[in-house]
């Protein structure tokens, strides 16, 4: 791959990067908040249940979309570092070049379509 081309996945993982991150930070903040918190309330009476139960689950999603951040937030660093190996673009198990077309839609990714997808039937065989 030429080093514009990589240069311009660079480009594409760091602004991915920077954007979880940030996204991250912000679902962080929600997830250590409480309901005083967040809604200014300084007083000491209880809260209705349902109101208990809305804000545990907002704080359940946020949890669980911080933590898919977090998994995709290692992939784009995996993909950085491969790509300062030199070993960038080429699927983890064939070994040929990933399509620039999926590496633009997907930069982060280690495997060409032909080996994802057999890897994603393999999965859906063991359910």
Do not use: W
């Not at 209880?46 to 290692?74: I, P, V, W």
């Not at 839609?105 to 859906?124: F, T």
Request: aromatic share 6%; charged share 40%.
């Amino acid at each position: 791959m030429k080093k514009s081309e990589l240069k311009k996945y660079e480009k594409l993982l760091l602004k991915k990067r920077e954007e979880m991150v940030a996204l991250r930070n912000d679902r962080k903040t929600q997830i250590d908040s409480t309901i005083k918190e967040a809604t200014g309330d300084i007083s000491g009476y209880s809260y209705h249940m349902a109101d208990q139960g809305t804000d545990a689950m907002e704080r359940e999603k946020a949890f669980m979309l911080t933590s898919k951040s977090g998994r995709l937030l290692y992939h784009i660093d995996e993909a950085l570092r491969r790509l300062r190996k030199g070993v960038y673009g080429n699927c983890h198990t064939c070994g040929k070049p990933i399509s620039k077309a999926r590496l633009e839609a997907v930069p982060h990714a280690r495997y060409c379509i032909e080996c994802k997808e057999k890897e994603e039937n393999a999965k859906k065989s063991r359910r």
